[in-house]
């Protein structure tokens, strides 16, 4: 089996750069960042650079305010519980342990959603193994309210004082207040409008333009109501393609691609294939052999030896599946023996290693302006 993956240019960002950056150009210490007094990172879940480009005539302020080069690498699984948690800690997922959608809690046959497992205690404590940047300073979390209480947000944003407001308008309002009045602070904004219209109607559908368009003129509303001193800076968590039902690779009963799989975890377009005992062997040979030609097929070693996960602790490398499969083409991957079909009804995807799935805006507002 040949190994051929997408290398990151030296020159690009990493997500999980941007936030220590902005701590650092707080202090005066900053390498690519001017000086700020407070600062503001705004995550607009969902909006690929790749995305944003092909549409900028509905995003005008976005699109000029940021370049060609204004971008950043998301982190691998291109997926929202690895990539926020990446953001928020610094640390890489093999670090932090936050290794995809859905991953096993090794030594059972757990296998629990990252972002929502929080709750009922289905992941045990610790799970998230990475301090957040925003203990032990003057922090916030503007998002919506739902988000106020969960296990994912005590997890990533541990110290933020959180305000809760579920009109994206208002939130930029109390981002901008807050930065204001609290000198020396960091602010986190959170907007998944893009992200749930892709989910259900994909991002090249009428429904995201207008979510774009609505969006785009939030972050108007920022970069003009910012005091001069107050940074802010504009990424997202992923891109996303769009993947039509005939285009889904369906997993079934009597399949060569299940034999030997004994759970499935990640998403659609990254599974992790944790394999009965033994058998990791001949599942990774039978999936390079059906679908090599239109995804990554890596053994768990081979990923952690490129990289991919950046370093690994002891403690996180059991919940990596045995065998992943990273979509490279326009599909996605659903074990059709689950009952609940719901998830088969979305559109947008991500969570793959593709430029459209990993390369997100870094746009600049405010005193981070300053080139």
Do not use: C
Not at 210 to 232: K, N, Q, Y
């Amino acid at each position: 089996m040949s190994l051929s993956l997408p290398v990151d240019s030296p020159r690009t960002r990493s997500l999980t750069e941007v936030v220590p950056e902005m701590l650092a150009a707080m202090e005066g210490g900053g390498s690519w960042l001017a000086p700020a007094t407070s600062a503001i990172v705004v995550v607009l879940d969902g909006l690929g650079a790749r995305n944003l480009a092909a549409r900028a005539g509905h995003a005008r302020y976005l699109a000029q305010a940021g370049g060609r080069r204004d971008v950043a690498r998301s982190v691998f699984p291109s997926t929202t519980a690895t990539a926020l948690t990446g953001l928020l800690t610094g640390a890489s997922a093999g670090e932090h342990g936050v290794v995809g959608y859905r991953a096993r809690v090794p030594g059972t046959d757990a296998v629990v959603n990252q972002l929502r497992g929080w709750e009922g205690g289905e992941l045990p404590d610790g799970w998230q193994r990475a301090a957040p940047l925003t203990a032990g300073r003057r922090s916030f979390a503007v998002s919506k309210r739902e988000y106020a209480e969960t296990g994912f947000t005590r997890a990533t944003l541990g110290g933020a004082q959180f305000h809760g407001e579920d009109d994206l308008s208002a939130r930029v309002d109390i981002a901008v207040d807050l930065a204001a009045r609290h000198p020396g602070s960091f602010t986190y904004l959170y907007a998944p409008d893009l992200d749930m219209v892709g989910h259900r109607r994909g991002w090249e559908s009428d429904e995201w333009i207008a979510a774009l368009e609505g969006v785009d003129a939030a972050m108007r509303r920022l970069g003009e109501s910012l005091a001069p001193e107050v940074g802010a800076i504009v990424t997202a968590d992923h891109g996303m393609v769009d993947v039509p039902r005939h285009r889904h690779v369906l997993l079934s009963d009597g399949d060569d691609l299940v034999e030997g799989v004994r759970l499935i975890g990640g998403e659609p377009r990254m599974l992790h294939l944790y394999t009965q005992g033994g058998a990791a062997a001949d599942v990774l040979r039978r999936w390079d052999t059906a679908e090599g030609h239109r995804a990554w097929v890596l053994s768990r070693a081979d990923a952690i030896q490129a990289g991919l996960f950046g370093a690994v602790d002891a403690a996180v490398r059991e919940r990596i599946g045995d065998v992943l499969v990273a979509a490279r083409g326009g599909i996605a991957y659903y074990d059709d023996r689950l009952a609940d079909k719901g998830p088969q009804r979305m559109v947008g995807q991500h969570g793959s290693l593709t430029d459209e799935e990993r390369t997100v805006p870094l746009i600049r507002l405010g005193a981070f302006a300053t080139r």
